[in-house]
Structure formats: C-alpha cells, structure tokens
C-alpha cells in the first residue's frame, strides 16, 4: 500500500518533490496557502490542494515539511491548528528544511511524545535537481524508521545519506551550506578582482577548471559569470544570510572557531542589504564589483 503523503512548503524545491511523488503513484496532498502557479502542475498530476493544517495532517501518514528554516517549521509544527494537535497515531513526520539543531531536537521529541515518528532529512542541490528527482537528503533519526522511508525519499532524490541520531542531518547540512556559500564567496570575490585586473574571463575560468577551484559551485556559477544566467544557481542571498546564522548558532554552541564563518556572513549580509529581494547567489559578482 502506498503511504499517504501530505506536503506542508510547495514552493521551488516542494513542487518538484510533489511531482516526482505523483510520478512515482504515491497519493499526495498539499498545504494551498495561495494561488501559485508552481501548484498546477502537481494539481494536474493527481495532487490534491487542502487549505489548512488539520485538514491534511488527518489525512496523511507521512508529512513532508519542505519550509524556509526553523521558525516556519515550529510556527506549523506548535501552532494551535499545527501538526501535533492533529497527527495521526504512527505518522512520520520527514522535515526537508534546513534548520537550527536544537529546534529539531525539540521537534522530535514533540512528534514522539505525540504519538508520531520523526526523521530530519534536510536536502542539497536545487530545485532543479528536485524536477529531475536527483536531490541528495541528509537523514537524521532512527535508522530502521530511513529505512521504512527510503521508498519514499528515492522518488526525489539521488543520493540518501544517513548522517546519524536526530538532528545530524541538520547539523550535515549547515555545515555543508557553509562550504558551498563560503566557495561561492570567494569566487564572486576573486572574479571581481579578475575584472579589475584585466584578466581575461574564460581564461580565468578554464585555468579555475583545469585546478584548484573545479567543482560544483564553480559549475553552478559559470552560467552567471559568462553570460549573466543563474538559472543554475537559484538560491538567495536572503536564504544564504539565513543558512549562514544557522550554522554561526551551532558553531557557538559547540564553541568552535567561526573566523572564517564571521567573515562570510559579513559578506553575504552586505550583499542582501544592498541588492534587490530575491537576487541569487551568483549576483553575488556584480554587488562586489559595484564596491569599486
């Protein structure tokens, strides 16, 4: 029997999780809180809109929560018309966010004191490997309930990573976005000084290639670079500011060093406040070539 699976967050990386659910055959619900266009095609899969919490929390055995970071998700999980005054006995509940440790720690223990069951499985890649169902997830909780969700979890991705108890999916993926963000960073920074120094762009970037600085945030950021596309890298500053806080949270209570994180933050959140709502990543080149 398929589960019945319930879709809290169908923005940009939900709709393609939806879909590839959908494809696969499994029944699939949805939270609508508004009219978006990236619901047709999943309403035109099979999948059914419901316009509040309770309604598809009492209809689901597994609740994807695919939200902006820890705030959304406690606001649906302890809200009083949230998940956990509505869970079925035995759901699952599958968190995709990206959120702060502690947050999930407490998370878990509230589904499980509810009666349900809990992984944290945040996802990498972007919403374009979600269409394509090769997003790779970092799963945080009991090892047997993955395994009970794996069938689920292969619809939309590549790569199933089991990082450990709760929360160290979480804790995976903050660490991970620091890298990625933080390469980003250096990137945007280097080739705005390529620009000043007159270096030729493809040179830079094949010489980048051919050495150390191959990679995927390479990868992900020659379309903006070359020709100003960041169809590849459709992640935002804001979300990049808000990842980047998550992870300076973990690293101050491990009391681990951050030189390298303080750093980076202070550069992602001068370009959040100096560029239009919604710019990428890679727009990360114009803002510091803008400093000179």
Do not use: W
Request: with cysteine.
């Amino acid at each position: 029997m398929m589960k019945k699976i319930g879709i809290i967050g169908l923005g940009m990386m939900g709709r393609g999780i939806g879909i590839n659910l959908l494809k696969a055959g499994f029944p699939v619900c949805f939270l609508q809180r508004s009219a978006k266009s990236s619901q047709d095609d999943v309403i035109h899969l099979g999948g059914t809109p419901l316009p509040t919490i309770p309604l598809l929390t009492k209809v689901s055995e597994v609740i994807l929560l695919c939200l902006t970071g820890s705030k959304e998700v406690e606001e649906v999980i302890f809200g009083p018309d949230g998940v956990l005054a509505n869970l079925n006995p035995n759901a699952i509940v599958i968190d995709l966010s990206t959120a702060i440790p502690e947050s999930t720690l407490k998370i878990a223990k509230a589904v499980q004191d509810a009666g349900g069951l809990y992984l944290d499985s945040p996802m990498t890649r972007t919403p374009k490997e979600a269409l394509e169902g090769r997003l790779n997830v970092l799963v945080g909780g009991d090892p047997d309930l993955l395994e009970q969700c794996r069938p689920i979890l292969k619809c939309f991705t590549e790569n199933i990573v089991y990082a450990g108890p709760v929360s160290s999916g979480h804790r995976l993926k903050l660490i991970h976005n620091f890298v990625a963000l933080g390469y980003a960073g250096v990137l945007a920074e280097a080739v705005a000084c390529s620009k000043l120094a007159n270096v030729n762009t493809e040179v830079l970037l094949q010489v980048l290639d051919t050495g150390a600085g191959n990679g995927a945030i390479l990868n992900r950021m020659k379309g903006f670079i070359q020709s100003g596309d960041d169809a590849s890298f459709q992640f935002t500053l804001e979300n990049a500011v808000k990842d980047l806080a998550y992870y300076k949270t973990m690293v101050s209570e491990l009391q681990a060093f951050s030189i390298a994180a303080d750093a980076t933050q202070s550069m992602y959140e001068y370009a959040a406040s100096n560029s239009q709502p919604g710019a990428t990543v890679p727009q990360l080149v114009n803002i510091l070539q803008k400093l000179n």
